[in-house]
DNA sequence: GTAGAATGTCCAG
DNA sequence: TGGACCTTCTACG
């Protein structure tokens, strides 16, 4: 589920229970026992994101590095957490869900995180927080970042702007329902060399990238249509298959463009699936 | 019940 | 370029 605008709200939503607080820390599933151990009873002192990665410090050239991959997600509850449910059974109560698939949990006395399903949990160093700062590219929702450099980049490359959005190294954070939505609002062929954009068109992207992502963290979902197009201003049904957000391309192939009314069309493209309109985003075309 | 897909990334060949 | 990896949810028997 996570592009860069849930990170970002991760390490906000890590901040606002755990920061400035000794936690507990554990790792039911197992995975994680030592490094859990290694934290537990110390104070978060920090939460960060960039792009995709989320950092929690926990003192000196300490913090726990976590990447939610494809299928990673957290969540949050009010104390107890459901494993002292368990060993505390209330009596007549629902029955305890199973925790057996939580890498770390941190809890204090009002609030628990789970964090499931996580290609990435790990202890790290500074140093190593800093070689991963260096491989990725500017982050719309880091406020210092500047899409300037990732231009370097784009602009000098034959790939196309679909697959350089995706590549964290030229920027960090956007992810397939952000690369497709972006694309069509700017009514730019996915196919087009990242070299054939212009700089105004790039600093459009950038800025409505920073626009949309924040908008991301605030709902905590993907929004991408404009006020002209929402299901209320066109008298059009809701979304309701998916996770709520409302899109103009994003898994909505075979059905009709909300602007044009062509068919939305999809393709793999590096290993995902990519979506686009080919009436609004054809050579040149404006949306 | 079971297969397949999913907003991601890495690595081998 | 294909497979591996981590988990959850849906569609289909």
């Known amino acids: ?29 197992g995975k994680f026992s030592d490094g859990a151990a290694l934290v537990d009873h110390q104070v978060l002192d920090t939460t960060e994101a960039h792009g995709k990665h989320l950092f929690l410090g926990f003192g000196a050239d300490r913090w726990i590095h976590i990447h939610l991959g494809l299928f990673g997600k957290v969540g949050f509850g009010t104390a107890p ?29 009002d609030a628990y995180a789970d964090l499931r399903g996580p290609t990435t949990c790990a202890l790290i160093t500074d140093a190593e927080k800093q070689a991963i700062h260096d491989r990725l590219g500017p982050d719309p929702l880091r406020p210092a970042d500047d899409g300037g450099r990732a231009w370097q980049r784009i602009s000098r490359s034959r790939t196309t702007i679909a697959a350089l959005l995706l590549d ?8 397939n329902v952000y690369r497709a939505e972006v694309l069509f609002r700017h009514g730019i062929d996915p196919y087009r060399a990242g070299r054939d954009l212009t700089r105004p068109q790039w600093d459009a992207i ?20 404009r006020p002209e197009h929402t299901p209320e201003a066109m008298g059009r049904p809701p979304r ?35 979506f686009w309109c080919p009436g609004c985003q054809g050579a040149g075309g404006a949306a």
């Open 240 to 274: 309701v298959d998916d996770h709520g957000g409302e899109v103009y391309v994003y898994r909505r192939d075979r059905q009709g463009c909300h602007i044009c009314g062509t068919e939305i069309r999809t393709a793999g493209l590096a290993a995902r699936n990519l």
């Open 168 to 175: 964290q190294k030229i920027i960090a954070g956007v992810g």
């Open 81 to 109: 957490s459901p494993k002292d449910l368990r060993q505390a059974p209330v009596q007549g109560g629902p029955p305890s869900p199973p925790t057996d698939t939580v890498r770390l949990r941190l809890a204090n006395p």
């Open 206 to 225: 950038w800025s409505d990238l920073v626009a949309l992502m924040r908008e991301g963290v605030r709902h905590n979902r993907i929004d991408t249509v």
């Open 1 to 29: 589920m996570p592009e860069g605008h849930t990170i970002h709200r991760l390490a906000a939503d890590y901040a606002e229970r755990f920061l400035g607080q000794q936690v507990r820390a554990t790792s039911p599933q």
